[in-house]
C-alpha cells in the first residue's frame, strides 16, 4: 500500500485519519514517547514525534534491516517474545493479528508491556465483511493471483513482503478484541470500522466493481437484518490505561 494521492483521498473519506489524531493525544504530555511497532514489516505507519524512541519487532530480519526509523529492532514473535519489561508508551499492532495462529497470546503480550499510562494501536480486518471473509476461506495462493490480477502488483508472493498466510482466528473480530482489552483494564479511546483500502480503491476504478460490492452489501443487509455492513472491512481499536 502505498501512500500517493489515492491513499490520502481514502484517509479522508474514511476518517483513517483520526488515529493519528487520537494517537497524538494520548502522547501529546509525555517528553519522550517509548514505541514499539508490533510485526513492524519494513515500514511505519504513523507519524511520531522526532525525539520519540522506536523500537519494532518482527519475525523477519529482511523487513527490520529495511525499516530506516527504528532505533531498536527485535527479531521475534509477538505471540512469544516476553514484552513485560518494555514500559512502552505506545503499541502499534497494524494488519498483523490476523497472521497469527494465537492472536490472543500477542494481545496479552502487549498489556503486560505498556508503560503506566500507555496506549494500543490495532488496525486489523473484520472478519465480517467481504474483504475479512474473502482472506479466511480463499487459500493464499487465490490471495496472490487476486494482488497480481486486480492490482497489478508482481512482487506478492515472490518476496517476503506478503500477502501471508491467514489464518484469521475468530478471536479477532472487532468486538472479541475489544472486550479482551478491555477485560484487561483498558479503556477504549477510539473504535471504528470502514471500507478497506483495497475494496475502496477498487470501487473508485471501476463502476462495475462498485455496483458488484454495493449489491452484495445490500443483499447482506437484508439477510442480516442490517447488523452486517459487508463492505467494513477494517477496524481500528486504540485503548488506554487512562
Given at each position: 500500500m502505498?501512500?500517493?494521492?489515492?491513499?490520502?483521498?481514502?484517509?479522508?473519506?474514511?476518517?483513517?485519519?483520526?488515529?493519528?489524531?487520537t494517537v497524538d493525544k494520548l502522547l501529546a504530555a509525555v517528553p519522550s514517547?517509548?514505541?514499539?511497532?508490533?510485526g513492524c514489516g519494513s515500514a511505519?505507519?504513523?507519524?511520531?514525534k522526532p525525539n520519540s524512541r522506536i523500537s519494532g519487532i518482527d519475525i523477519s530480519q529482511e523487513q527490520l534491516n529495511r525499516n530506516n526509523v527504528l532505533a531498536e529492532r527485535i527479531l521475534g514473535d509477538i505471540q512469544t517474545y516476553d514484552l513485560s519489561g518494555g514500559n512502552y508508551d505506545l503499541i502499534v499492532c497494524r494488519f498483523v493479528l490476523e497472521h497469527l495462529s494465537?492472536?490472543?497470546?500477542?494481545l496479552s503480550n502487549f498489556v503486560r508491556g505498556l508503560s503506566s499510562n500507555g496506549a494500543i494501536v490495532i488496525v486489523a480486518p473484520n472478519l465480517f465483511?467481504?474483504?475479512g471473509s474473502a482472506s479466511k476461506f480463499t487459500p493464499h495462493w487465490f490471495h496472490v493471483f487476486l494482488c497480481h490480477l486486480l492490482f497489478g502488483d508482481k512482487r506478492t508472493g515472490n518476496t517476503d513482503e506478503g500477502p501471508f498466510p491467514t489464518p484469521f482466528r475468530f478471536s479477532i473480530t472487532p468486538g472479541r478484541v475489544k472486550s479482551l482489552l478491555e477485560y484487561n483494564g483498558l479503556k477504549t479511546q477510539y473504535f471504528h470500522l470502514y471500507e478497506g483500502y483495497r475494496l475502496w480503491l477498487l470501487c473508485k476504478r471501476s463502476i462495475f466493481m462498485k455496483?458488484?460490492?454495493k449489491t452484495?452489501?445490500?443483499?447482506i443487509k437484508m439477510l442480516t437484518l442490517g447488523k452486517c455492513d459487508a463492505l467494513l472491512g477494517t477496524y481500528v481499536i486504540v485503548v488506554s490505561k487512562v
Open positions: 502505498t501512500k500517493d494521492g489515492s491513499w490520502e483521498l481514502y484517509c479522508k473519506e474514511t476518517q483513517a485519519s483520526k488515529i493519528q489524531e514517547p517509548k514505541i514499539l511497532e508490533a511505519s505507519h504513523l507519524n511520531f494465537e492472536p490472543e497470546k500477542a465483511s467481504i474483504e455496483v458488484i460490492f452484495t452489501r445490500s443483499l
